[in-house]
């Protein structure tokens, strides 16, 4: 069914059929330079879904904005009914600085729903929710570990949502993980929205890593395929196994201080006291192994080379919640 009437986002007026690119801007830099975010929106002479597809809420996660670039160079974000709107980088001042925070300290993914006469980070917070969140079907957010720590691919979404767990299944993402919303997050404003979010995370900050990206790039046409929105000369991969659900997990810590020496098993099923790194001194004076404490798949491994005791360093599933045997 043919839509006649434009879609209008940051007062601008889309059309069906049109193609558009949105340059907005919220504040300027301390220079006086403009700093804008683009806002780019592709709409179809046929009516259908809106479905965003955003990163870079955290400035620094360079590899979700990677995602989001792809579904525009490779054509994906061309829909055949509906409307794609990408925003590949939200926190643009973050980016700039190759920073995880806006100027003014916040954590963007912190402040939402935002305010209009709130600190920096809040009033951008204010104007996406109030300018695309009433727009918006679905949106799926891609994220990557901070603090050199490396997401196994990954689906969050929260638990006892069915709906959210079949666009989780249709996206099929190595991974799944019940993750509860947090206040002040993108995901919880969506969800409180109504907007049906998949929240993507993968790889690690100030790095791109491209089997990471073809994953999210993957999921991302395998939702469209099933929305009916992906146009047919894009090759659709089934991925190789169905989503593993994770619902249980802890952070195994350093034990001491000193160099880490990563195995490389993230992503990988461990059985109990399978060694994952070992964690040495400069002065070769001692080694210590770190072991998986019991049976599970590492979804999340510290790339720093040089920890702290009690730093995280490996995030592992299990099948009960703790203190459960």
């Known amino acids: 069914m043919k839509n006649n009437k434009p879609m209008i986002i940051f007062g601008e007026p889309v059309l069906p059929g049109e193609n558009r690119t949105i340059n907005v801007e919220i504040a300027r830099l301390h220079t006086t330079t403009k700093l804008n975010i683009p806002v780019i929106v592709r709409r179809s002479k046929i009516d259908g879904p809106v479905v965003l597809f955003s990163a870079g809420i955290h400035g620094d ?12 160079s490779k054509k994906i974000n061309r829909p055949t009914r509906g409307t794609i709107i990408c925003i590949p980088i939200i926190n643009m001042y973050g980016f700039v600085n190759k920073s995880r925070e806006f100027p003014d300290g916040r954590d963007l993914n912190r402040v939402f729903p935002g305010s209009k006469k709130g600190s920096l980070a809040s009033r951008f917070a204010f104007h996406i929710v109030a300018e695309i969140l009433p727009v918006i079907d679905y949106a799926v957010d891609f994220h990557a570990g901070g603090a050199s720590r490396f997401n196994a691919p990954q689906i969050r979404i929260t638990e006892n949502n069915p709906e959210l767990r079949m666009l989780a299944d249709v996206f099929n993402a190595p991974f799944t993980l019940y993750s509860k919303n947090i ?25 791109i890593n491209n089997a990471i990206a073809n994953e999210g790039v993957m999921g991302v046409k395998r939702l469209l395929n099933y929305l009916n929105m992906l146009d047919p000369k894009q090759v659709v991969e089934d991925a190789l196994f169905p989503s593993i659900y994770i619902k249980y997990s802890v952070w195994l810590r350093a034990k001491c201080s ?19 790194a070992i964690i040495t001194d400069p002065f070769g004076k001692f080694e210590q192994k770190v072991k998986a404490p019991h049976d599970g798949y590492i979804i999340n491994a510290n790339h720093s080379p040089i920890v702290y005791e009690g730093d995280a360093i490996y995030h592992i599933s299990k099948t009960l919640p703790d203190g459960d045997e």
């Open 183 to 207: 206040a002040g997050s993108f995901r919880n404003t969506c969800e409180k929205a109504n907007v049906k979010m998949l929240l993507f995370e993968g790889g690690k900050s100030l790095d």
């Open 258 to 276: 000193g160099l880490l020496h990563d195995y490389n098993l993230v992503g990988k099923f461990v059985t109990k006291g399978t060694i994952l």
């Open 61 to 72: 996660e360079i590899n979700g904005v990677e995602v989001v670039r792809q579904l525009i």
